[in-house]
């Protein structure tokens, strides 16, 4: 009997997730993209406050500890209580504008390309093969095409979180401020970190949420993958959030160094300066003034931060695009009943609940088999 249950169960499970795979099908592009853009919007407003921190301690030269002397932030309750009484309470939430866009911009092109690339590989029959590769293959990809298409929005990000003295009042203020003194490449200072930690990174976050997804699902006897959960998306995207941001942090922390040279005098009040000229040379000089540590300052509200992020994305990102495939659903099984009305008299007592208990009754009363004749409606419904 009991054997008998969990069977009708898994069976259930699987008609859900197999329902659920045709659903997801039928989003096209602009869904797919409205979906990311919602949870990198969300994830955003949330996590702000954690960049501010982190990158405020990525910035800082002077050893992140209690009772260091000449230390600006020295640990994170005591960084937000500093942060709180001499700028208020805004000022968790600088930058925030570009932030804002560049998740959102992120969250977009990142999720539609890896999307695009995997329906592609299981057009050519790869993927039921090679499902980690594929994924972190693609997830590379996404992450490389995404960064380029928002790195402007992180350098400024970066450095209206970093400023001692409001520069930039707005956004377009500060990328003429920035053109007209540094020259246009100086949008993508630091981007050749970006790309060497974001690739790696993305590719591991999308290979790692997906084997801990499916590992979940076995845990709980869901044995079919398409199956959604939304506590299994955010324990499976907190986890591939913090395993893939650690294994490339002192890159994420070469790139802001980078970010903010030829702005160091906008930074008096935040001890001393740090002066770099490419990513190698960076990386030397955090090592050796600051050690090991040095490399991985901000690593603690980073790693918060890409727990909640990560598990926020991929949590809304999967939200969202299961509820438009039910809208979806929903919106095409009333075209079919609306169709069915059109086809014969018998069914103009057809809802969308199904069929009316007399509609049998109905049919036995009409002599005319052209009358009583029942069609299949289109494909395209």
């Known amino acids: 009997m009991v054997e008998e249950e969990a069977t009708t169960q898994d069976e259930t499970k699987k008609k859900a997730g197999n ?3 045709e659903r997801l099908r039928y989003l096209n592009h602009g869904e797919i993209v409205f979906a ?5 919007f969300i994830g955003r407003v949330i996590i702000q406050p954690l960049d501010v921190i982190k990158t405020r301690f990525q910035l800082q030269v002077e050893p992140i500890r209690k009772g260091q002397t000449g230390a600006k932030y020295t640990s994170m309750l005591q960084a937000t209580s500093t942060i709180f009484r001499e700028e208020g309470v805004t000022a968790f939430w600088k930058g925030h504008t570009a932030a804002q866009l560049l998740s959102v911009t992120f969250g977009v092109v990142q999720f539609w390309t890896f999307q695009q690339l995997v329906k592609l590989s299981k057009t050519h029959n790869l993927y039921d093969n090679h ?25 400024m990000r ?41 690739m ?74 740090f002066t770099c000229h490419n990513m190698i040379n960076c990386t030397i ?24 992020t990560s598990g926020i994305n991929f949590a809304v990102f999967e939200a969202v695009c299961d509820t438009i495939a039910k809208w979806k659903e929903i919106q095409r099984l009333e075209n079919q009943v609306t169709v069915l009305k059109h086809l014969s008299p018998t069914f103009r007592n057809v809802t969308k609940y199904g069929v009316s208990p007399d509609i049998h009754s109905k049919v036995a009363e009409n002599p005319d088999p052209h009358e009583s004749e029942i069609q299949e409606p289109p494909d395209d419904y």
Not at 140 to 154: K, L, N, Q, R, V
Not at 170 to 198: A, C, D, F, V
């Open 19 to 21: 329902e659920r795979l």
């Open 36 to 40: 990311g853009a919602a949870a990198g």
């Open 131 to 155: 499902k980690g590769s594929i994924n972190f293959i693609s997830g590379a990809i996404a992450g490389a095409f995404s960064s380029i298409a928002t790195f402007p929005f992180d350098i």
């Open 158 to 198: 970066t450095r209206q979180i970093a400023q001692s003295k409001k520069v930039y009042g707005n956004m377009l203020q500060g990328y003429r401020h920035m053109i007209k003194n540094e020259g246009i490449l100086s949008l993508y200072k630091g981007l050749s970190p970006t790309l060497l930690s974001i």
């Open 200 to 273: 790696p990174n993305a590719g591991l976050q999308f290979m790692i949420y997906k084997f801990i997804d499916r590992q979940y699902k076995r845990l709980l006897g869901v044995h079919d993958e398409n199956a959604y959960s939304i506590t299994g998306s955010i324990i499976a995207g907190s986890m591939a959030g913090l395993g893939s941001k650690l294994a490339v942090y002192p890159l994420d922390l070469t790139r802001k160094r980078m970010q903010i040279q030829g702005f160091q005098k906008y930074r008096t009040t935040f001890g001393e300066q």
């Open 285 to 308: 000089k955090t090592f050796q003034k600051e050690g090991l540590a040095g490399l991985f300052k901000g690593c603690v509200p980073s790693m918060w931060k890409a727990v909640l």
